[in-house]
């Protein structure tokens, strides 16, 4: 009888101990989950917190989830991405130039060297983009040959001998940024020409300092200003705004090949589109539009010869105040 008791209670303490030890963690975990969620990165933080609740009102899509931002929220995610960027990333814009435009309201907010001729590196793309439309039929077949090939880098995984309709390479040159796919598209159409169409664009929307050697970017020769970018961003999502809801796309698949956008804003709500660029002469550049604040104005970045684009970015985003 003595060991029956012994056995009852003991188990009984075991549970009651067991019961407190949870309580606490449950209560010590609700005490340290928004510190923990806020000092991570925007991008980590994010798979935290739907890890942590995964009934928060978010969606999921094809297995990759949704995050949704009120305007308030939307700036407190802001401020904890500039918060969550390293030391060294706080001593001010490292690009030598850059303009933060309302384009709602014609606006600009901030701007440093708004017109000095800069290397742009991939931001060519874009023009790329707009005169392959205006030029190519979309279902052309166009051959991906050893030409096409022969130029630096390839992104899109192509083999020599594939063929691809002129809309499908679009993709791959707005979401990975594809050399050859520009190149490709130029010489489709014709080198000489098709670049000369490209400069006689940018001319005709006002882009006077505006200047394309080559359709990728790759060449130091393609310049343009901070100035000039914003307007031919401001046109594009009038004028042709697949264009810009193409470079928002996660993932793309076309027969055995698979594209993923590399840009890190692409799962903030209020991120519209853009792209980035890289050469050793240009540094990083960017051109990206968002939609921020109560009254969802289109706000335009464009950051030239960066040391830190994505910091840049998002110091920029701060200045935003409604």
Same mark, same amino acid.
């Given at each position: 009888?003595?060991?029956?008791?012994?056995?009852?209670?003991?188990?009984?303490?075991?549970?009651?101990?067991?019961?407190?030890?949870? %309580?606490?963690?449950?209560?010590?975990?609700?005490?340290?989950?928004?510190?923990?969620?806020?000092?991570?990165?925007?991008?980590?933080?994010?798979?935290?917190?739907?890890?942590?609740?995964?009934?928060?009102?978010?969606?999921?899509?094809?297995?990759?989830?949704?995050?949704?931002?009120?305007?308030?929220?939307?700036?407190?995610?802001?401020?904890?991405?500039?918060?969550?960027?390293?030391?060294?990333?706080?001593?001010?814009?490292?690009?030598?130039?850059?303009?933060?435009?309302?384009?709602?309201?014609?606006?600009?907010?901030?701007?440093?060297?708004?017109?000095?001729?800069?290397?742009?590196?991939?931001?060519?793309?874009?023009?790329?983009?707009?005169?392959?439309?205006?030029?190519?039929?979309?279902?052309?077949?166009?051959?991906?040959?050893?030409?096409?090939?022969?130029? %630096?880098?390839?992104?899109?995984?192509?083999?020599?001998?594939?063929?691809?309709?002129?809309?499908?390479?679009?993709?791959?040159? =707005?979401?990975?940024?594809?050399?050859?796919?520009?190149?490709?598209?130029?010489?489709?159409?014709?080198?000489?020409?098709?670049?000369?169409?490209?400069?006689?664009?940018?001319?005709?929307?006002?882009? %006077?300092?505006? %200047?394309?050697?080559?359709?990728?970017?790759?060449?130091?020769?393609?310049?343009?200003?901070?100035?000039?970018?914003?307007?031919? =961003?401001?046109?594009?999502?009038?004028?042709?705004?697949?264009?810009?809801?193409?470079?928002?796309?996660?993932?793309?698949?076309?027969?055995?090949?698979?594209?993923?956008?590399?840009?890190?804003?692409?799962?903030?709500?209020?991120?519209?589109?853009?792209?980035?660029?890289?050469?050793?002469?240009?540094?990083?550049?960017?051109?990206?539009?968002?939609?921020?604040?109560?009254?969802?104005?289109?706000?335009?970045?464009?950051?030239?010869?960066?040391?830190?684009?994505?910091?840049?970015?998002?110091?920029?985003?701060?200045?935003?105040?409604?």
């Amino acid at each position: 009888m003595k060991q029956f008791f012994v056995v009852v209670f003991g188990g009984i303490s075991a549970i009651a101990v067991g019961i407190g030890i949870a %309580y606490s963690g449950a209560y010590v975990w609700g005490d340290i989950k928004p510190r923990l969620v806020s000092i991570l990165p925007v991008s980590l933080s994010a798979t935290v917190a739907s890890a942590i609740k995964p009934t928060d009102g978010t969606s999921i899509s094809g297995g990759k989830r949704t995050i949704r931002y009120t305007a308030s929220e939307e700036e407190n995610l802001i401020n904890a991405a500039a918060q969550a960027l390293p030391a060294a990333s706080g001593k001010g814009i490292t690009a030598k130039g850059y303009i933060l435009k309302n384009l709602t309201l014609d606006d600009v907010t901030v701007e440093h060297n708004p017109d000095q001729l800069m290397p742009i590196a991939s931001l060519t793309k874009l023009a790329t983009a707009v005169v392959a439309r205006r030029l190519i039929d979309p279902n052309e077949r166009i051959i991906v040959g050893r030409n096409v090939m022969a130029t %630096y880098g390839n992104t899109a995984g192509f083999r020599v001998g594939e063929t691809f309709k002129a809309s499908d390479l679009l993709y791959p040159l =707005l979401m990975v940024s594809s050399n050859d796919s520009a190149e490709a598209f130029a010489l489709a159409y014709g080198r000489p020409q098709f670049i000369r169409a490209m400069n006689d664009w940018a001319q005709s929307i006002g882009a %006077y300092r505006t %200047y394309f050697a080559d359709a990728s970017g790759l060449s130091s020769q393609n310049v343009s200003t901070v100035n000039d970018l914003t307007l031919m =961003l401001d046109w594009i999502r009038k004028n042709d705004p697949m264009i810009i809801e193409t470079t928002a796309l996660k993932s793309k698949t076309i027969r055995s090949h698979t594209w993923v956008n590399p840009t890190h804003f692409l799962s903030w709500s209020y991120y519209i589109g853009g792209k980035n660029g890289y050469t050793t002469e240009a540094n990083s550049t960017g051109a990206s539009l968002f939609t921020l604040g109560k009254s969802k104005n289109v706000y335009a970045i464009v950051v030239l010869g960066s040391g830190n684009r994505d910091a840049d970015v998002i110091k920029l985003l701060e200045k935003v105040r409604e």
